[in-house]
């Protein structure tokens, strides 16, 4: 009974590389929300999306950042060109439909530490 | 933008006393909430959740009280124990179905 899957736990990056988050949603789940939390802070939308769909992306930064659902395989999260200010940790939450809040399973995170 | 927040940035209680962890909220189009608890390393774990056309619900040893009029949102946990030491989040929306929006959390440690 796995649940949200993400991965790497940890990731170290230099200024300028790139990073790229990967979420494995619950089995059956076909919504995935990412969130960035900083530290001692609550956690921020980024984006929403469902199979092959982005539902909504006001979180997301304009530029660098960028999400994928595709049909087969995880959720990714690019992060382009990282700066000091990317480090967070990232989550990933999946639920199996919309509305279903009560139904939302979130991942242990990625922590994203640029150098 | 409106936000969530919250009174207590950390909450210390003796093991077998109730807490209450307490949220603030400014968006009065809010209406749905819900509390989280994350422990170190982990993420989000959902607790208990309450719609805005109620002011009370219970969960086992939690219960959640919300005050639209002076948007207000409470956590209580019965007869804490130790395994309820962690981070405590509420979170709201305005709609079921749209993107949560977290407050910066309350630390709740218990003491033995």
């Known amino acids: 009974n796995a649940g949200v899957m993400q991965n790497p736990r940890h990731l170290v990056r230099r200024r300028g590389q790139e990073a790229r988050l990967r979420c494995s949603p619950v089995?059956?789940?076909?919504?995935v929300y990412w969130y960035r939390q900083l530290p001692e802070e609550g956690l921020k939308f980024m984006v929403y999306?469902?199979?092959?769909?982005?539902?909504?992306e006001s979180g997301m930064p304009k530029e660098r950042f960028s999400a994928e659902f595709p049909k087969e395989g995880p959720s990714i999260l690019r992060i382009q060109q990282v700066v000091r200010g990317d480090s967070a940790a990232y989550f990933c939450?999946?639920?199996?439909?919309?509305?279903?809040?009560?139904?939302?399973?979130f991942g242990s995170g990625t922590q994203l530490s640029v150098l | 933008g409106e936000s969530v927040g919250l009174h207590l940035p950390t909450l210390s209680v003796q093991e077998g006393d109730n807490s209450i962890i307490n949220c603030a909220y400014s968006?009065?189009?809010?209406?749905?909430f819900i509390w989280y608890k994350q422990e170190s390393g982990k993420g989000p774990q959902f607790i208990i959740d309450?719609?805005?056309?109620?002011d009370k619900r219970q969960g086992q040893r939690v219960t959640v009280l919300l005050n639209k009029t002076v948007k207000h949102l409470s956590l209580q946990i019965a007869a804490t124990q130790p395994g309820d030491s962690a981070v405590y989040f509420c979170?709201?929306?305005?709609?079921?179905?749209?993107?949560?929006?977290f407050g910066k959390g309350t630390s709740l440690l218990v003491t033995p």
């Open positions: 939450a999946s639920s199996p439909d919309r509305g279903s809040e009560e139904k939302l399973f």
């Open positions: 089995k059956g789940h076909s919504h």
């Open positions: 999306l469902q199979k092959e769909n982005i539902i909504d």
């Open positions: 968006n009065s189009a809010s209406d749905y």
């Open positions: 309450i719609r805005s056309n109620m």
């Open positions: 979170a709201e929306c305005e709609r079921s179905g749209y993107a949560l929006n």
